[in-house]
């Protein structure tokens, strides 16, 4: 990350309303290559939308969404028609659900479902799917002779790290991670939480991750945001935010953490 | 060539009314137009059940003339069922002449195969289709399954055929064999087998597809490019057989096992009659 690299993702005044309600409101963000970003918030504070809006998911009633992409050409997002934003969803962008199930294809194998976006970027060639599969798989810390059974017979930690492998095999530049751990217990959590931090540093993904667990957003996160009903409340440093909070609300956050 | 029966004159002529030809043939109009790609179509009610045939029926229907010869095949042969009942019902609601010889025929309805005869410039070839969307197993929302079409997003098929792979060591996909058209539109065959597949590519004939519960009609029109989905190291391969046909020694025809007795006997027999009696 260098002061000369041009921002990967340009949100400004990102502005969802469910009928008089706010998703979120007016919420600017900007992300450079390789770094990640926490969000974080109590549950109903708009984190997920936000994500939503984020991945192009959710066109929100104002604001603008500026991605740019390998080639270095800056895309407005939500102007973008279908099949091109289709295509940067395949190849450049990784969501990951908080619930595995969302995120994969339960009807067919784990090595299929990770193959999924190397065919539908137009790879023809079984064995070498094959190959990238089973690597990714031994990346992400799963079985490779399990490449043939169905995710549905994967504990909640394999699925969650079947549907990491099946967004990272198409090298993307940015990925949106939707509470990844929260549905996991917390030796789980905290060996997929050193899986995503490896991950991250060495593919140097641009990474939004959202979460309630601030312990996460400090293991994971250089920068991040806190929320509380639909509205940004604090930005910064991961480290400058949690040890000197400045918003009531954020002290309140960081007050509730057990210390051990 | 069999002598024309007399048009009942209870019915107007091939069944339907002249509105609905009308709306058949502008559907079929652009599915022509448009290779491969699913013209919705407001379907009718035809005197036989659904899975019969309808689709193909009506199709037949709006196309058929005074001066056509009318071929009906059901899985290859002539003399079943519901390629009689098809070819008597079209003769006698038009007394066109009707046919079992491919060469004489200009309009073809079939169910699950395309003749072994090759098909001329002129003819037409109709399709009965059960069900003409190929990621129907795949993608249960309709919706999504024609945003992937207009996308033209199909690496879902290909999925399947990676996982025909991974547990059969091939594609085990024997019938209705998913193909790209003019590297466009992802289309069903119906349920052709895999054999017959090649036929597609470049026929000279029409091709038209009509499913009648679906209400989709799809179309090739003549020297179409149709390639059947396959990965670089297992390319598609026609299916091939042992022994040559029990009955005419064809060694080049799709053939079908036949249990001849209660001991289990087995033979195999061309599935076209036509084509087995020529030989």
Same mark, same amino acid.
């Given at each position: 990350?260098?002061?000369?690299?041009?921002p990967l993702l340009r949100a400004t005044g990102l502005t969802v309303r469910y009928g008089d309600r706010y998703g979120c409101q007016d919420v600017s963000l900007t992300l450079w290559p390789g770094e990640v970003l926490a969000v974080v918030g109590e549950s109903g504070s708009g984190k997920t939308?936000? @994500?939503?809006?984020?991945?192009?998911?959710?066109?929100?009633?104002?604001?603008?969404?500026?991605?740019?992409?390998?080639?270095?050409?800056?895309?407005?997002?939500?102007? @973008?028609?279908?099949?091109?934003?289709?295509?940067?969803?395949?190849?450049?962008?990784?969501?990951?659900?908080?619930?595995?199930?969302?995120?994969?294809?339960?009807?067919?194998?784990?090595?299929?479902?990770?193959?999924?976006?190397?065919?539908?970027?137009?790879?023809?060639?079984?064995?070498?799917?094959?190959?990238?599969?089973?690597?990714?798989?031994?990346?992400?810390?799963?079985?490779?002779?399990?490449?043939?059974?169905?995710?549905?017979?994967?504990?909640?930690?394999?699925?969650?790290?079947?549907?990491? +492998?099946?967004?990272?095999?198409?090298?993307?530049?940015?990925?949106?991670?939707?509470?990844?751990?929260?549905?996991?217990?917390?030796?789980?959590?905290?060996?997929?939480?050193?899986?995503?931090?490896?991950?991250?540093?060495?593919?140097?993904?641009?990474?939004?991750?959202?979460?309630?667990?601030?312990?996460? +957003?400090? @293991?994971?996160?250089?920068?991040?945001?806190?929320?509380?009903?639909?509205?940004?409340?604090?930005?910064?440093?991961?480290?400058?935010?949690?040890?000197?909070?400045?918003?009531?609300?954020?002290?309140?956050?960081?007050?509730?953490?057990?210390?051990? | 060539?069999?002598?024309?029966?007399?048009?009942?004159?209870?019915?107007?002529?091939?069944?339907?009314?002249?509105?609905?030809?009308?709306?058949?043939?502008?559907?079929?109009?652009?599915?022509?137009?448009?290779?491969?790609?699913?013209?919705?179509?407001?379907?009718?009610?035809?005197?036989?059940?659904?899975?019969?045939?309808?689709?193909?029926?009506?199709?037949?229907?709006?196309?058929?003339?005074?001066?056509?010869?009318?071929? &009906?095949?059901?899985?290859?042969?002539?003399?079943?069922?519901?390629?009689?009942?098809?070819?008597?019902?079209?003769?006698?609601?038009?007394? &066109?002449?009707?046919?079992?010889?491919?060469?004489?025929?200009?309009?073809?309805?079939?169910r699950h195969r395309i003749p072994e005869t090759p098909l001329k410039a002129g003819q037409i070839l109709v399709f009965q289709v059960p069900q003409p969307e190929p990621m129907f197993r795949l993608e249960p929302r309709e919706t999504e399954r024609r945003r992937m079409h207009a996308m033209a997003?199909?690496?879902?098929?290909?999925?399947?055929?990676?996982?025909?792979?991974?547990?059969?060591?091939?594609?085990?996909?024997?019938?209705?064999?998913? &193909?790209?058209?003019?590297?466009?539109?992802?289309?069903?065959?119906?349920?052709?087998?895999?054999?017959? &597949?090649?036929?597609?590519?470049?026929?000279?004939?029409?091709?038209?597809?009509?499913?009648?519960?679906?209400?989709?009609?799809?179309?090739?029109?003549?020297f179409t490019r149709v390639e059947p989905l396959d990965f670089d190291d297992y390319p598609f391969e026609r299916q091939r057989w042992d022994s040559a046909c029990a009955l005419c020694g064809s060694r080049e025809s799709f053939l079908d096992e036949m249990i001849m007795d209660d001991a289990g006997?087995?033979?195999?027999?061309?599935?076209?009659?036509?084509?087995?009696?020529?030989?």
């Amino acid at each position: 990350m260098s002061d000369l690299d041009p921002p990967l993702l340009r949100a400004t005044g990102l502005t969802v309303r469910y009928g008089d309600r706010y998703g979120c409101q007016d919420v600017s963000l900007t992300l450079w290559p390789g770094e990640v970003l926490a969000v974080v918030g109590e549950s109903g504070s708009g984190k997920t939308t936000l @994500l939503r809006v984020l991945a192009g998911r959710i066109t929100p009633q104002a604001g603008t969404l500026h991605y740019r992409d390998a080639a270095n050409h800056e895309y407005d997002v939500f102007a @973008l028609p279908d099949a091109a934003r289709r295509r940067l969803e395949r190849t450049e962008w990784a969501f990951v659900h908080q619930n595995p199930r969302d995120g994969l294809r339960m009807a067919v194998s784990a090595g299929a479902n990770t193959g999924e976006r190397l065919m539908a970027n137009g790879v023809r060639h079984w064995g070498s799917i094959r190959a990238s599969t089973r690597q990714w798989m031994e990346r992400v810390e799963l079985e490779t002779a399990r490449i043939d059974e169905s995710p549905a017979t994967f504990s909640g930690g394999m699925q969650q790290r079947l549907q990491i +492998a099946r967004n990272l095999i198409s090298g993307p530049r940015l990925a949106l991670l939707d509470e990844p751990t929260s549905a996991l217990d917390v030796s789980v959590q905290a060996r997929l939480l050193d899986l995503l931090r490896g991950l991250t540093r060495s593919l140097g993904l641009a990474t939004v991750i959202v979460t309630h667990d601030l312990a996460v +957003a400090r @293991l994971l996160a250089q920068r991040m945001m806190v929320m509380k009903d639909g509205k940004v409340v604090e930005t910064g440093l991961t480290d400058q935010v949690l040890d000197d909070p400045h918003h009531p609300y954020t002290q309140l956050l960081v007050a509730s953490v057990p210390q051990g | 060539m069999s002598d024309p029966t007399i048009h009942d004159p209870a019915f107007n002529f091939a069944y339907l009314d002249e509105q609905t030809k009308r709306m058949i043939r502008r559907s079929i109009l652009k599915a022509v137009a448009i290779p491969g790609y699913q013209v919705p179509f407001a379907s009718r009610e035809m005197p036989l059940p659904y899975g019969w045939g309808t689709g193909g029926l009506q199709l037949t229907c709006a196309l058929i003339g005074l001066d056509d010869v009318l071929k &009906v095949i059901d899985q290859g042969a002539d003399d079943t069922t519901n390629a009689v009942n098809i070819r008597r019902f079209i003769a006698r609601t038009t007394g &066109v002449q009707t046919t079992t010889q491919t060469t004489e025929a200009t309009l073809i309805q079939t169910r699950h195969r395309i003749p072994e005869t090759p098909l001329k410039a002129g003819q037409i070839l109709v399709f009965q289709v059960p069900q003409p969307e190929p990621m129907f197993r795949l993608e249960p929302r309709e919706t999504e399954r024609r945003r992937m079409h207009a996308m033209a997003d199909y690496g879902l098929m290909q999925v399947r055929l990676y996982e025909d792979i991974a547990r059969h060591g091939r594609v085990a996909t024997t019938y209705d064999y998913p &193909v790209m058209v003019e590297d466009r539109y992802l289309m069903s065959p119906s349920p052709i087998p895999k054999f017959d &597949v090649p036929k597609l590519d470049q026929s000279p004939a029409l091709m038209l597809f009509g499913a009648g519960r679906e209400k989709r009609i799809h179309a090739l029109p003549p020297f179409t490019r149709v390639e059947p989905l396959d990965f670089d190291d297992y390319p598609f391969e026609r299916q091939r057989w042992d022994s040559a046909c029990a009955l005419c020694g064809s060694r080049e025809s799709f053939l079908d096992e036949m249990i001849m007795d209660d001991a289990g006997a087995r033979q195999f027999i061309c599935s076209d009659t036509d084509w087995c009696g020529a030989q």
